[in-house]
């Protein structure tokens, strides 16, 4: 059973509209979140976090918030630019006491921004 | 070279072959991760590595065999391997801090089995 969720595999966006993409998880324990974006051809790279104890972070045009009574997350990146097309990868954790760190990913949306 | 690197990228194999995937990290992180991705799947942890010793294996068969001579360099020693097994295999690499840490992949190996 998939412990992170993203239900829609494609999203399709105008350029200088916001994209939105959701994630939603199933395990309570889970106390921290991450984005990672990937290209074709590369492997994901770090996007943004947020702690549990926080419901938004930003990081210029990406803003992620956290609704933990919905076990959701959502991505925003406002305005969206061609170049943000690529697939984005919701990850959770949780901080067993300092244990080296065990993210599980879901399986991803593929964004497309049209120009 | 910078970050994670993998090589090599593209591998096909036959099912009695025996092969090695190699990831080396230039980030100075003393942990290592193998993770497989395969077609519309999450990204599924293998082997995780840190301080050269394994900490986690996420039941993974016998045929896929992880080293991790120093902190810096990971294997993964591929043998009698399935069609199934053909997927993408990320490679990542993270500094423990006793919090949650980014992960820093590589461009991954595309493993075809014949």
């Known amino acids: 059973d998939q412990q992170v969720k993203q239900n829609s595999p494609s999203l399709s966006v105008q350029e200088g509209r916001i994209s939105i993409l959701n994630c939603d998880y199933t395990?309570?324990?889970?106390?921290?979140f991450l984005w990672y974006k990937k290209y074709p051809a590369e492997g994901p790279t770090f996007l943004i976090s947020?702690?549990?104890?926080?419901d938004k972070n930003e990081d210029g045009r990406f803003t992620v918030f956290l609704n933990k009574s919905a076990k959701h997350l959502s991505l925003h990146i406002v305005p969206s630019q061609p170049g943000d097309s690529a697939v984005y990868f919701c990850?959770?954790?949780?901080?067993?006491?300092?244990?080296?760190?065990?993210?599980?990913f879901g399986t991803g949306t593929l964004l497309a921004v049209q120009p | 070279e910078t970050g994670v690197t993998q090589t090599p990228r593209h591998l096909v194999m036959g099912m009695t072959n025996k092969k090695s995937l190699k990831c080396e990290q230039h980030?100075?992180?003393?942990?290592m991760y193998w993770y497989k991705q395969s077609a519309k799947k999450p990204l599924e942890l293998m082997f995780v590595?840190?301080?050269?010793?394994?900490?986690e294996n996420n039941s993974v068969p016998s045929r896929f065999s992880p080293e991790c001579p120093n902190s810096s360099h990971l294997f993964l020693h591929l043998h009698t391997l399935q069609p199934e097994d053909s997927a993408l295999y990320l490679c990542?690499?993270?500094?423990?801090?006793?919090?949650?840490?980014?992960?820093?992949f590589g461009p991954g190996t595309r493993l075809t089995v014949l």
């Open positions: 990542a690499s993270s500094q423990e801090s006793g919090s949650i840490d980014e992960q820093f």
């Open positions: 990850a959770a954790s949780s901080n067993y006491g300092g244990a080296t760190n065990k993210l599980i």
């Open positions: 590595y840190s301080l050269e010793e394994r900490v």
């Open positions: 947020i702690s549990s104890i926080k």
């Open positions: 980030l100075g992180h003393n942990a």
């Open positions: 395990n309570s324990m889970f106390d921290y």
